[in-house]
């Protein structure tokens, strides 16, 4: 069992004007093998958190803590992070051009286990995650992200997530600018991984249609940069129907 512990988390992003709080005080924690749906309005502080969690340098952290199994995440480099288990699918994947799919995933594996995978199982496991994404093993070959389709970056990211088996998963809007067919196919990606080991899931997302495949054990509304109500998977049928009017206008009061 592992821990991920979110303790009254504030975060400021750098502006024109200077620093903009955008995180006022969220306290989360995640166990191994669970998932938290994070819900909420454009602009709440959703992706904030995704990118604070993983280290992103834009966000300066003015007070609070994270931390995975007692261990000060906020004190580690963002790679210290990855091997230590924490895992970002990024709603805007980057391109890296000249770095082929196949270099990228067995250099990454090599980084979070301290040694490179056995070849042949390598190429198995690979093999075997890209045909249940229903990837062209083609793919493989391709520069990372470059050229992609919304819907091969997202499925590229989950077939990341399959093959590095983190502690914890960050997914930031995963579900953004996929089609039904595309949804349905990363939605059973998460799920393998759901069933087959211990992953706990921290995702993010706007709509409550990733939710329909993707079955949460909690349902987080996230408002003006914190947790405004939490509850079970009946909560996002609540806000399917009733939107986000009641949270904005008790937050703008």
């Known amino acids: 069992m592992s821990t991920l512990e979110i303790k009254d988390l504030h975060v400021s992003v750098e502006t024109k004007e200077g620093p903009k709080p955008i995180l006022r005080g969220v306290d989360l924690t995640i166990d191994s093998g669970k998932t938290h749906a994070i819900m909420g309005p454009n602009g709440s502080g959703k992706s ?25 995440v906020l004190a580690m480099s963002v790679d210290e992070r990855a091997r230590a288990g924490l895992f970002l699918a990024m709603q805007y994947p980057v391109e890296v051009p000249g770095v082929s799919v196949s270099n990228f ?4 594996k090599t980084a979070i286990d301290g040694e490179a995978p056995a070849l042949r199982t390598w190429i198995k496991d690979v093999k075997g995650a890209m045909e249940a994404l229903r990837m062209d093993p ?3 070959e391709r520069n990372v992200n470059e050229g992609f389709s919304g819907g091969e970056k997202k499925r590229h990211e989950i077939l990341q997530m399959e093959l ?19 949804l349905r196919i990363v939605s059973e990606g998460v799920n393998r991984v759901k069933g087959n080991t211990d992953t706990g899931f921290l995702l993010i997302t706007h709509y409550t249609r990733i939710l329909r495949y993707i079955t949460p ?8 940069g914190r947790i405004a109500e939490e509850g079970g998977p009946e909560l996002a ?7 986000y009017d009641r949270f904005l206008t008790s937050a703008t009061a």
């Open 105 to 108: 995933l067995r250099t990454a």
């Open 237 to 243: 049928d609540r806000l399917e129907n009733e939107g």
């Open 48 to 72: 904030t958190l995704a990118y604070s969690l993983a280290g992103h340098p834009k966000y300066q952290v003015t007070s609070g803590s994270v931390s995975l199994d007692g261990h000060d």
């Open 217 to 224: 054990d909690f349902v987080h509304v996230f408002v003006d």
């Open 138 to 140: 083609a793919f493989a």
């Open 164 to 182: 590095l088996k983190p502690k914890f998963a960050i997914l930031d809007e995963t579900d953004s600018g996929l089609d039904v067919d595309a």
